[in-house]
């Protein structure tokens, strides 16, 4: 019959701040950019860090679920199993890193109504089609100029902090290698050892066309150029020897 406006009572009021409405828009933008700090940054403005949060397990969380829920539809989304969600998010459930502020509950249970009207309106539909575009819209906005110099402050700030971070994460990364605290030696010799394969098969590969070429110029040229095509045959012969031999591993 085509669109139908319907009136939906959520049952409670609630209001959102423009601080609050900032800070919702930096989650939304961060997610879409893949910027998983200042997402987090923009949580613990809206309360929902507790003060000892683990914020690099917080990280892993949020990379695992974009990766996971971005692109699934809605009906998708009820497919997923609570218990595989569990798994994977345990470290930060259990840390209690995470808690829902009051004035946010209304929020939520009006987003998780809207959420069931739209599966059931249209289980097929997939979020981030109307995500991205409108993301983009936020990015493009013009910008009051008080506005336009605290966006500008905050990211002086936030790459002052990274250049001010990395010498000593640096620092820390070489000082976990040398105590053997991280364990990437075992990783490096497989690389080393799938690399050497690799490079034995290629050299085999190519020993072979080159057989298979002399082998065939031999047989082009043997009743015009006897020599030629004996040597091109011993050629080969030579090829074919080296290639079966066993290759000797430098170290």
């Known amino acids: 019959p085509g669109p139908v406006v319907v009136l939906l009572d959520f049952g409670m009021v609630g209001e959102i701040s423009s601080e609050m409405r900032e800070n919702i ?3 939304f933008v961060g997610v879409v950019r893949r910027d998983y700090d200042d997402v987090i940054n923009a949580l613990s403005r809206l309360g929902f860090l507790t003060p000892n949060a683990d914020r690099r397990a917080l990280k892993r969380a949020l990379v695992w679920t974009v990766d996971t829920f971005y692109g699934l539809s809605f009906g998708d989304l009820q497919a997923i199993d609570p218990v595989m969600v569990l798994h994977e998010l345990q470290d930060v459930l259990f840390a209690e890193s995470v808690q829902i502020p009051a ?7 009006a987003l998780g109504t809207l959420s069931g009207v739209c599966t059931a309106l249209d289980p097929s539909f997939q979020f981030f089609t109307v995500w991205e575009p409108f993301a983009d819209q936020l990015l493009d906005r013009p910008r009051s100029l008080r506005d336009g110099l605290e966006w500008l402050g905050k990211e002086a700030r936030s790459l002052a902090l990274t250049a001010y971070r990395l010498p000593y994460q640096s620092s820390h990364a070489l ?4 105590n053997g605290a991280l364990d990437v030696r075992s990783e490096i010799a497989r690389v080393v050892e799938a690399a050497e394969q690799i490079d034995r098969s290629l050299r085999k590969v190519r020993y072979g066309v080159l057989v298979v070429g002399f082998l065939v110029a031999g047989t082009i040229v043997f009743t015009l150029q006897p020599v030629a095509a004996a040597a091109a045959l011993l050629v080969a012969l030579v090829l074919l020897a080296t290639a079966l031999l066993p290759s000797r591993h430098r170290r």
């Open 25 to 27: 828009q930096r989650v």
């Open 103 to 109: 004035n946010f509950a209304f929020l939520g249970r």
């Open 175 to 178: 000082s976990s290698l040398e």
